[in-house]
């Protein structure tokens, strides 16, 4: 184990880090605990300048009871959930099958559509922005959520591909093998006999899917505008706007739109980070 | 689960049967194809054709030629601050790497609660960039700001705060886009570190390697996967920054924060008229230099790939 393990060190240094672990800790996430701590104050605070003290009252529940009964917040939290699961949904199906395809079986071409995925998820999105708004635009789709929906699941399925395919290809070949001299159809195969081994692909894909579409602020304000369709994190710019400089209630509203992904993370954990790693391990 | 073979109709069981394992995979490969390239793969073209024209989103295209490229490149002053910001955010954010690895190392380690405080560090990462960005607007704010408070003790005064200045600007948003970056390689480093070989590193202290030297000659050797994978996502994340700068300057103060993502895009749906074509030679400048970068990821895996097989 590299770096020596703190056990086998001297019994100051020690201490000195089991020390040290809470400062840094506290220290990196400092940003977010100013925000935290802003979302409690009350009003007047802001008005005399105790931006950084302690909160001269405790008004967290008015703070965050107002993100959610006194602006548009719930229905762009609401839109965020609209937009993401279909999406997650989506490019998970997807990508099983091309990942499944391009993991199996050896045919012509092969290689060239897996380079052709993975290449369209390096592309910056920029070059996509004109057309794909054309498009969607001419389909009627625009200020729609399933103008959204649609893009995302495609965008995603670059990345999906990739992710399923390596999968995929990391499981014991001879399995399909038997299956085929049994003679299994091959849809079947990949139902019965790849399916159920793909689960914590499965698990981690969705993971990650759900936090990349949740926090998507690009595509969201190109393909949509006004609450009708809007997710939280373009949401969050009206909100900001209808608070002008209401510091407190600014942090109870950003805190709110980003608590869903962290929320993901924390109890899919593992999930999460075997998803995020892939690859980072020969 | 039964493993026995259905019994499809006699038609299907001609043609169909007898070229199964051919025809399986473009079947499977279909949908997702249809999706990919109708989104991404078309768009691609379709924007390289729309920058041949002036085009205002709605009516007729105008065919100009090469006329957006030459005034792009041709002393577009815009253009110019953009590009160089992106160098800046290039360099700059590849510190994500050694920082994570730092961090990566202050904590593998096996105390009680580690776990809890790996998970901690790495927690900004998931956070939306719009909500990071809004967070460190406040806390770079003039005189109130806790940044500039902390550099008031210090008797450093930033003339309009770090985001109205247009010296520290830029500066002050990638230092922001750093924070989720350095948490994404750390946790690609952390990973890394777990698997690093024991036996390696015994043998290697056995021969007397310690502190740098054996991070450099055996850790980090073993590391390569995990810095790979930084590299591609940091390069990547450096050249689609959109969001920090949309919600903290909005391209200012004065224009000098942009960068050629978001020029792109106020170019494209500006509020005096849309110029997508104008907008459209802006991304494809932006894609040839990402197309360096891609080309090198794709043949590294390329060759992982012939290895693994």
């Known amino acids: ?282 | 689960m039964t493993m026995t073979a259905d019994a499809p109709s006699h038609q299907q069981r001609g043609w169909y049967k007898r070229n199964e394992i051919a025809v399986t995979p473009w079947l499977f490969l279909l949908p997702g194809i249809l999706f990919f390239a109708v989104y991404v793969i078309l768009p691609i073209f379709q924007s390289f054709w729309i920058s041949f024209h002036q085009w205002d989103g709605l009516g007729e295209k105008t065919w100009v030629g090469l006329a957006n490229y030459e005034r792009l490149l041709g002393g577009d002053r815009k253009f110019e601050v953009s590009f160089w910001n992106n160098i800046r955010w290039l360099f700059l954010y590849l510190l994500a790497i050694p920082m994570g690895l730092f961090i990566a190392l202050f904590l593998n380690q096996t105390v009680r609660g580690i776990r809890f405080y790996k998970s901690m560090f790495f927690f900004p990462f998931v956070i939306s960039q719009v909500v990071v960005g809004l967070v460190f607007s406040w806390f770079y704010l003039p005189n109130t700001g806790l940044f500039d408070q902390i550099m008031g003790l210090v008797g450093i005064d930033i003339r309009g705060g770090v985001l109205g200045n247009p010296n520290t600007a830029t500066y002050g948003i990638i230092a922001a886009g750093l924070w989720p970056q350095t948490a994404y390689c750390m946790i690609l480093y952390l990973t890394g570190l777990n698997a690093v070989d024991p036996e390696q590193v015994e043998a290697a202290r056995l021969d007397g390697a310690k502190g740098h030297k054996m991070l450099w000659y055996v850790i980090l050797p073993q590391l390569k996967p995990a810095t790979f994978i930084a590299f591609v996502v940091t390069i990547i994340g450096a050249l689609r920054s959109f969001d920090f700068i949309a919600v903290m300057t909005n391209g200012g103060p004065f224009g000098s924060t942009r960068v050629l993502s978001f020029y792109m895009f106020e170019e494209s749906l500006s509020e005096f008229g849309f110029r997508m074509g104008y907008g459209a030679a802006i991304a494809v400048v932006l894609f040839f230099i990402m197309l360096g970068f891609i080309a090198y990821f794709l043949y590294s895996m390329w060759r992982d790939d012939k290895e693994a097989r």
């Open chain 1, 1 to 282: 184990m590299f770096p020596t393990p703190i056990e086998k060190s001297s019994r100051n240094w020690q201490i000195t880090y089991q020390a040290l672990l809470p400062i840094a800790m506290i220290v990196w996430l400092l940003p977010l605990l100013a925000v935290a701590l802003f979302s409690i104050k009350p009003e007047t605070d802001f008005a005399t300048g105790n931006f950084w003290g302690w909160p001269t009252s405790f008004e967290g529940f008015t703070n965050y009871g107002r993100v959610f009964f006194d602006s548009d917040m719930p229905r762009y939290l609401l839109n965020s959930v609209m937009i993401t699961v279909p999406t997650m949904a989506g490019a998970v199906a997807l990508s099983a099958m091309t990942g499944f395809a391009l993991g199996i079986y050896k045919f012509k071409g092969n290689l060239l559509i897996f380079f052709m995925f993975i290449a369209g998820n390096f592309v910056p999105f920029q070059i996509l922005m004109v057309p794909v708004r054309d498009l969607t635009v001419n389909m009627g789709l625009y200020d729609t959520k399933t103008g959204l929906i649609l893009f995302h699941i495609a965008f995603q399925t670059g990345f999906c591909t990739l992710f399923m395919r390596n999968f995929i290809r990391a499981l014991p070949y001879p399995l399909i093998e038997a299956a085929r001299v049994e003679g299994v159809a091959e849809w079947r195969i990949f139902w019965y006999v790849v399916m159920p081994l793909m689960k914590p692909a499965l698990a981690a894909l969705s993971v990650l899917i759900f936090t990349f579409i949740w926090n998507d602020y690009f595509w969201a304000i190109v393909l949509t505008q006004g609450p009708d369709a809007q997710p939280v994190t373009a949401g969050i710019t009206s909100f900001n706007s209808q608070f002008r400089a209401a510091y407190h209630m600014m942090s109870a509203g950003s805190i709110v739109a980003a608590l869903p992904p962290v929320l993901m993370f924390f109890l899919m954990q593992k999930h999460f980070i075997a998803g995020l790693t892939l690859g980072a391990v020969k």
